[in-house]
């Protein structure tokens, strides 16, 4: 059974980070690409952050571009997302997600692709 479950979320000032992480189990997460999407209060689900099967290319929502990094360690199942200067509309629900894929340097952007979910974590950023 694949199971994605995601932690480090909490409450941070306005300006401060926090690192999310994926542990993936189940699956051989080297097979997979790996996504964050979020979730705010009222809103749809959104794209965050992408990283490929090799690690080698990523993808960000322009919203975060800069200041969010994601980043894998396929040897111990694990996905992470390392959030910077965080600002109040960055609070929401995160969500770690696996597309199986056969392309090793392909990114996918779209809620669509992917095949599991985890049950997300919360992040608020205070003003």
């Known amino acids: 059974q694949v199971q994605l479950v995601e932690s480090g979320g909490g409450l941070v000032q306005a300006g401060g980070s926090l690192r999310l992480s994926c542990a993936a189990s189940g699956l051989s997460l080297s097979t997979y690409a790996m996504g964050w999407f979020r979730q705010a209060p009222g809103k749809e689900r959104e794209f965050v952050a992408t990283?490929?099967?090799?690690?080698?290319?990523?993808a960000y929502a322009d919203s975060v571009k800069g200041r969010f990094t994601i980043s894998r360690n396929n040897a111990k199942n694990m996905v992470y997302l390392q959030m910077n200067s965080l600002k109040p509309e960055d609070t929401a629900d995160y969500y770690c997600?696996?597309?199986?894929?056969?392309?090793?340097?392909?990114?996918?952007?779209?809620?669509?692709?992917?095949?599991?979910w985890g049950q997300g974590t919360q992040v608020t950023a205070s003003s």
């Open positions: 990283i490929s099967r090799s690690a080698i290319k990523t």
């Open positions: 997600a696996a597309h199986s894929t056969p392309y090793v340097n392909h990114v996918y952007t779209r809620n669509g692709e992917y095949d599991y």
